[in-house]
């Protein structure tokens, strides 16, 4: 039964070519790229950098990084990767980068890592803990998971070190389970459709005693668990490293939650993270960054008498921010915001950037 609840991550790896397809020309957006009077000729890759902190040393546009290295995202599986020790190489003229190894004399394409971490997207740390969560479930998708049916000593409310008996593991011999509730419906602003359940993450449990009911001791919890609350066996968290890019379809969508506050009210800043209602299903890939809209309000036309009967005015609907997306489900996807000039509210806009 547990087997239904493993979650597998397929490691992501940015990767750079030097071919551009026809197909790549033909989505590539029409305004030029803009690079800053100021970018460095040479910057040598640091730990801790990511490619969206280096983009962003070149461009003002960072979820056009590909561009610079004339890839395009069929290409991006080929095995060229940046470490932290390569120096960024600027050729202005051409308007693109080169990698090169610190220990060359001249600047030349790197040919093997010299180095054993490669450099992320975006900052692991703030996705990391969304990586190995099912945040999106079915209307029925915690049914049949490992479930809490007592406590120890009676107790109603189960905290760290606490211990409690699940039913449901069986003869599993995964030790590390994550505790999950039903949270609330990600609703469709648009259709009003329920799209799925927000799945509220509680804390860690590990198995100490295996059977049926196996025991249970919690840690890390960080809301009270109690009986009827479930187990999904936690996984290993392999951090998305594509390149940052812009949809090849044409999306449209709205922001739907803030995730961790209250979906009814707050605002949101950089670094938080978002729930979007588009997914696969609309064309939404891991690395894909869409720009936030505020929508314009709508306001009485102040050159027309109240009395002749015009309509209100909507007005333009104003970009703010941008977002990455780290993670996709069918018709959801989570973004980390990256870069914004006024709170994020939930109905914003999201679109192409």
Known sequence: MYQQWRKSITTLAFVLTGALSAGALAQAPKTPLAMKPDAPARYVVVPGDTLWSIAQRYTDSPWRWSELWNLNKDEIKNPHRIYPGNVIVLDRARGQLAVADTVKLSPRVRAESIAHTVVPSIPPQLIEPFLTRPLVIEPDGLENAPTIVAAEDSRVVLENGNRAFVRGIGGSNIASWLVYRRGPALIDPDTQTTLGYEAIYLGNAT?????????????????????????????????????????????????????????????????????????KSQGVEVGNVVALYRPGATVADATRSRNSGSAPLTLPSERYGIAFVFRVFDRVSYALVMSISKPVNKLDLVQNP
């Open 207 to 279: 198995v100490v005693r295996a059977g049926d009911p196996a025991v249970v001791v919690f840690s890390a919890v960080t809301q009270e668990i109690g009986v009827g609350d479930k187990l999904v066996a936690a996984g290993k968290a392999d951090i998305p490293s594509y390149a940052p890019r812009a949809p090849s379809a044409n999306v449209k969508g709205r922001i739907i939650s803030l995730y961790g506050r209250d979906t009814r009210v707050g605002e949101y800043g950089n670094n938080s993270i978002i729930a979007i209602n588009v997914g």
